[in-house]
């Protein structure tokens, strides 16, 4: 997507669906990005960051939550758009959401928004060590899915790979997270950052809603061992796969496998 943007002028705001915009207003919304020109793309958590420069020369950040079913796509005028640039190259950068849960925002200074404050460390991060999961993992309680999926605990794990990477760990996801061994937890770490990595040369994973910036539906699905497979054969031990609710969330998982 950098590569795509970067350095390139927006020559035109579109807004179709004003509910995704959350600040500033519609009307300073499209007059601050109308010529300002996109800098850089980052991602903390599972909130995209686009650096750009204002007409006026200043600094400010366009943060995207895609949410369940958010695209942001780079190429063509889509039409099913909730949100267009118009780029100085004739192409297009379009925000599609078909069920208007993602939230856009132009702000300042994205570190002090609320979502940020909260959030717990980027898995990926080389300074994430074993050392500091270790402790944090010590510092919980409650099941171990759940702890997992809280973005103050790691940031950007979401259901599909939290799910997998139980199954990896040989984990069962009603376990309490503090009845976990030494053993156990190294693994965790490990297949957390061995998934996410995965996914990301697959470029995600791609059910219905999901493509890249490209408009590509990521392949990750293609390797998915538990997530989505109910009632079908565990890939280690045949087992069957099951799916139950919990804390309102599909969970897949080996009965027989995850301990």
């Known amino acids: ?23 500033p207003d519609i009307a300073k919304f499209k007059r601050i990005l109308t010529g300002a020109r996109f800098l850089k793309v980052a991602r903390r958590g599972k909130l995209l960051i686009l650096k750009i420069q204002a007409r006026n020369k200043q600094v400010l950040f366009l943060t995207i939550h895609l949410r369940m079913s958010g695209q942001l796509v780079f190429g ?3 039409p099913s758009s909730r949100l267009c640039f118009k ?13 208007l849960l993602g939230e856009v925002r132009l702000v300042h200074d994205w570190r002090k928004l609320k979502l940020i404050c909260a959030m717990g460390p980027e898995p990926l991060d080389k300074t994430f060590t074993r050392e500091k999961f270790q402790k944090r993992i010590a510092e919980r309680t409650g099941k171990v899915k759940a702890v997992l999926l809280d973005q103050k605990f790691i940031a950007g794990l979401g259901n599909i790979y939290a799910a997998e990477v139980l199954f990896h760990s040989r984990i069962n996801p009603m376990r309490q ?6 053993s156990e937890i190294g693994g965790l770490f490990r297949n957390i ?14 059910f219905s809603d999901y493509r890249d910036g490209k408009g590509n539906r990521g392949d990750f699905f293609k390797k998915l061992s538990v997530y989505g497979r109910a009632g079908q054969a565990c890939r280690r031990c045949k087992n069957e796969i099951e ?3 919990l804390g309102g969330r599909g969970t897949y998982f080996c009965g027989r496998c995850q301990r």
């Open 1 to 23: 997507m950098e590569k795509a943007i970067n350095n390139k002028n927006i020559v035109e705001v579109c807004v179709f669906k004003p509910k995704i915009i959350k600040e």
């Open 177 to 182: 997270i503090n009845t976990l061994d030494n």
């Open 243 to 245: 799916r139950i609710k």
């Open 76 to 78: 063509a005028k889509s």
């Open 193 to 206: 950052k061995k998934i996410l990595n995965n996914a990301i040369i697959c470029r995600g994973t791609s």
């Open 87 to 99: 780029l100085s190259d004739k192409k297009y950068l379009s925000y599609n959401d078909q069920r």
